[in-house]
């Protein structure tokens, strides 16, 4: 295997709706953007607001299909030049998905969404009837028991809190077998407590089963905390690109402005 | 500067051409009614009081309904189940189409060329009245209950095809988002995505329809489609007004269960 994650050059425009007396124009929420991640490692993806951050990790798993470039994820295309690869669905099937709105089944139990990772690698008539094996759902059981909320198995998954839905997703990338765990936002709706136990979580997951870490985060001091690398977006370019240890304040200026320093600051 | 400001505010006023506007939607409206009145016979109305003398005969008869034969009340209740097991069989026949109907015409789900056509489709099932297409079923398939339930059917079908993609547009994408993040296919973001988010939403409908269905089988008796409605066109017509109130009683109270029924189920649900 060459590398788990390889992205040439992706381009993604938004057509920006009229506002008032601002007519409609486009904007490149991804501007040729290139990286690669060769081994299992843990990159933070920071960056102000509008930057592309979510754009260019959904488009990482063809949620999102971009212009121009090349995604290729375990060296299967997840896209090229605008069109979903044909082996994009097995691409999905090993990468896990944690989205900052909880992208958990509401009304179905936690258990039946941490199995929902079989989807993408058993008959997908036994996933259409949701016919797991015993085997599997030991396998989800276990995967629960990982996150450490194997006791609210049977509970449905509105009824859980914020991090406890994060840790069910992180359940369901872990049934899945992903190699590479995606991340969007995953602690900007969770209290500092709880925030915390996902982003140790994360990394336990990285470092434990060997499976590749990218997340998105407003919070630089997480991002430097609990990621190895960091990518930084600005307007749709990467503008840094680097170990979490050298990205400096200068950087962190060029980044989100000159008043990153009273924010976001401070000794972890 | 301030004091200057304050005299120059004024309150917004409406202007002239938003004035013309009001006046010209409320002349609207009074010619509307205007040339309708004739139509409608509403010149008629004292006609109401005029004749209360044969009114009042007629509901002399109601006020005493003919409870007398228990054989009679029981067939009116054997009836009454009949008509209610129409509406049953109607309401999930249509329940059935109505799914994969819905989902074709969700805009979501389905491309735009498959949509605009199946809406249109359900929009003229739905446009079409149950007593129109009871008559049709009533030629295809014989006098009797089978032709209510098939126009039932039809006629919800197209309802609640557009309640329940109207349900299924509204859903939150991200859990549909999620399903296909782990590589499962469009079947499967449907089975496991929407329809657990649409599930207590569509039963809430299904169960409407039938309270309403069960209200509008009554009435297909009057084109030979069985059940307590055919027997209390029959006592019209034979002027047994005594058996018509009666017949009218059971038929209230049945709907009225079925509708407290119905709505206290459909609370727990929502």
């Known amino acids: ?268 | 500067m301030s004091e200057s400001r304050l005299t120059a505010l004024e309150p917004p006023r409406a202007s002239l051409s938003q004035k013309l506007l009001t006046w010209g939607v409320w002349l609207a409206v009074g010619l509307v009614l205007a040339l309708s009145f004739k139509g409608a016979q509403i010149g008629n109305l004292p006609s109401l009081w005029q004749n209360s003398a044969n009114t009042s005969a007629y509901m002399r008869d109601y006020v005493h309904p003919d409870f007398s034969s228990w054989p009679t009340v029981r067939m009116y209740i054997e009836q009454m189940g009949l008509t209610i097991a129409v509406a049953i069989w109607g309401t999930v026949i249509s329940v059935v189409l109505a799914v994969p109907f819905a989902l074709l015409s969700s805009a979501n789900i389905a491309p735009s060329w498959i949509v605009f056509p199946v809406r249109r489709l359900m929009d003229v099932l739905r446009s079409v009245n149950e007593l129109v297409l009871g008559t049709a079923f009533v030629v295809a398939v014989g006098l009797g209950p089978l032709a209510g339930v098939l126009a039932l059917a039809l006629h919800n079908t197209g309802v609640l095809a557009k309640l329940f993609s109207e349900a299924v547009e509204a859903v939150d994408n991200a859990p549909i988002e999620g399903v296909r993040a782990t590589g499962g296919t469009r079947l499967h973001e449907i089975v496991w995505g929407v329809i657990p988010q649409v599930g207590p939403l569509w039963t809430s409908f299904a169960l409407y329809r039938f309270e309403s269905s069960a209200r509008s089988a009554t009435v297909l008796g009057l084109i030979g489609a069985g059940g307590i409605g055919q027997i209390l066109f029959d006592n019209i017509n034979s002027f047994n007004y005594a058996r018509v109130s009666a017949i009218a009683i059971v038929i209230v109270v049945a709907v009225t269960l079925i509708d407290i029924a119905s709505s206290a189920i459909r609370k727990r649900l929502l």
């Not at chain 1, 016919?131 to 629960?144: D, F, I, P, S, Y």
């Not at chain 1, 990205?247 to 976001?264: R, V």
């Open chain 1, 1 to 268: 295997m060459s590398s788990l994650v390889e992205v040439q050059s992706v381009t993604k425009t938004y057509v920006q709706k009229a506002q008032g007396d601002t007519p409609s124009r486009p904007f490149k929420a991804l501007d040729a953007v290139s990286f690669a991640m060769t081994k299992p490692e843990r990159i933070g993806l920071i960056g102000p607001s509008g930057s592309g951050k979510s754009t260019l990790l959904r488009s990482l798993s063809g949620l999102i299909v971009t212009e121009t470039g090349t995604v290729t994820v375990l060296d299967k295309t997840v896209q090229s030049a605008g069109r979903l690869g044909e082996d994009v669905r097995a691409a999905r099937a090993s990468m896990g998905m944690i989205a900052q709105s909880f992208n958990l089944v509401g009304r179905l139990s936690l258990f039946t969404n941490a199995a929902l990772g079989l989807l993408g690698r058993i008959n997908p008539w036994r996933g259409f009837f949701g016919l797991w094996t015993v085997e599997e759902k030991q396998r989800v059981m276990a995967a629960l028991d990982h996150v450490g909320i194997a006791e609210r198995a049977g509970q449905r998954a509105n009824t859980l809190s914020g991090g406890q839905q994060q840790r069910g997703a992180i359940a369901r990338a872990i049934v899945q077998d992903a190699k590479l765990i995606l991340a969007d936002e995953p602690v900007a709706s969770l209290d500092p407590v709880s925030a915390r136990r996902v982003m140790e979580l994360l990394v336990d997951v990285n470092e434990r089963q060997k499976v590749g870490v990218i997340v998105t985060l407003h919070q630089v001091d997480y991002a430097r905390k609990y990621c190895d690398r960091i990518l930084a977006l600005k307007a749709g370019k990467i503008v840094y690109d680097g170990p979490a240890d050298t990205l400096g304040l200068e950087q962190l200026k060029d980044i989100y402005g000159s008043e990153i320093e009273s924010a976001y600051w401070g000794e972890i």
